[in-house]
């Protein structure tokens, strides 16, 4: 049984940072694609990054190149998303996915994620 759940989320003022945590069980990162997704109040979800199950590529949006850095330990689980320099734009609740079993080398940016966590609230307000 595939499970995720976030944590991490709060408050925090412009020009900071968060990191997120996305602790799963029920699969192995070896088979299976993870990433981050985001939701806001009156728009779309939007795929924000991802790591590939193969070769581990990480994938950005162009929305959080540069800020945001989705990386995992050496033991694989939890996976964590690093959130820096904040704006107002980026308030959104974020959540982990995930997908699989992927037995060939597939990229994560171009699949649908069937798996999801509850989702964690951040929200960047002075």
């Known amino acids: 049984q595939v499970q995720l759940v976030e944590s991490g989320g709060g408050l925090v003022q412009p020009g900071g940072s968060l990191r997120l945590s996305c602790a799963f069980s029920?699969?192995?990162?070896?088979?299976?694609?993870i990433g981050w997704f985001r939701q806001a109040p009156g728009k779309e979800r939007e795929r924000i990054s991802c790591?590939?199950?193969?070769?581990?590529?990480?994938y950005y949006a162009d929305s959080v190149e540069g800020r945001f850095t989705m990386s995992r330990d050496n033991a694989g689980n939890p996976v964590y998303l690093q959130l820096n320099s904040l704006k107002p734009d980026d308030t959104a609740v974020y959540y982990c996915?995930?997908?699989?079993?992927?037995?060939?080398?597939?990229?994560?940016?171009?699949?649908?994620?069937?798996?999801w966590g509850q989702g964690t609230q951040v929200t960047v307000s002075s």
């Open positions: 996915a995930a997908d699989g079993p992927y037995y060939s080398d597939r990229d994560c940016w171009s699949i649908e994620f069937d798996y």
């Open positions: 029920g699969f192995s990162l070896t088979y299976y694609h």
């Open positions: 790591i590939s199950s193969k070769n581990r590529s990480t």
